[in-house]
Antibody, heavy 122, light 107 residues
Framework: QVHLVQSGAEVKKPAASVKVSCKAS????????IHWVRQAPGQSLEWMGW????????IYSPKFRDRLIISRDTSATTAYMELSGLTSEDTAVYYC???????????????WGQGSLVTVSS | DIQMTQSPSSLSASIGDRVTITCRAS??????LHWYQQRPGQAPKLLIF???ILENGVPSRFSGSGSGTDFTLTIRSLQPDDFATYYC?????????FGGGTKVEIK
């Protein structure tokens, strides 16, 4: 059974950075891509970026390209999302989600982490 | 970016009702359209991918149709577990984008 377990809630000050982890189990980590999606309070879902878990290459949404880093540690079967230059508008639940494929083609998300709340407040 | 517009934004329905949710893309996206269900306090769950293919384990009362710019999610006979918010998502072009959601509430 596929499980994605994320790190816990974080409170950060404006201009700080946050790094969220996503530990995968129940499948071969390098066989599927991982995405990061966020959801601000009461809002819809917003895609942030994609990681090829085998090769480590990434595709980012232009909105986040300047301040987002998605990475992975294959030995730990863990993906990471680091967002810098935080503002109050980054307050959201951040989800990792597994792609149905490894390649970036018609991506859809067949398993999700439980979400990590990041609160940005002075 | 490709804009995804869902309608209605919310609806009230009774157990056993047939419910239809629509999703319109700002440009043609072929069948690169997926549907998710999100219950309060939970992560989204994939229901249908590539417009009409039911994800494993999803009840057959859910169905999807459409291509190009107009898509539909239908729940044939609404059950208590189905009261949730539903989102469409396009994967035709990066950045991937979601609709604004449709909240299905109990009448």
């Amino acid at each position: 059974q596929v499980h994605l377990v994320q790190s816990g809630a974080e409170v950060k000050k404006p201009a700080a950075s946050v790094k969220v982890s996503c530990k995968a189990s129940g499948y071969t980590f390098s066989d599927y891509a991982i995405h990061w999606v966020r959801q601000a309070p009461g809002q819809s879902l917003e895609w942030m970026g994609w990681l090829n878990a085998a090769m480590g290459n990434t595709i980012y949404s232009p909105k986040f390209r300047d301040r987002l880093i998605i990475s992975r540690d294959t030995s730990a079967t863990t993906a990471y999302m680091e967002l810098s230059g935080l503002t109050s508008e980054d307050t959201a639940v951040y989800y990792c989600a597994r792609d149905r494929r490894l390649s970036f083609w018609a991506p859809s998300f067949d398993s999700w982490g439980q979400g990590s709340l990041v609160t940005v407040s002075s | 970016d490709i804009q995804m517009t869902q309608s209605p934004s919310s609806l009230s329905a009774s157990i056993g009702d047939r419910v239809t949710i629509t999703c319109r893309a700002s440009q043609s996206i072929s069948t690169f359209l997926h549907w998710y269900q999100q219950r309060p306090g939970q992560a989204p769950k994939l229901l249908i991918f590539t417009a009409s293919i039911l994800e494993n384990g999803v009840p057959s009362r859910f169905s999807g149709s459409g291509s190009g710019t107009d898509f539909t999610l239908t729940i044939r006979s609404l059950q208590p577990d189905d009261f949730a918010t539903y989102y469409c998502q396009q994967s035709y072009r990066s950045p991937l984008t979601f609709g604004g959601g449709t909240k299905v509430e109990i009448k």
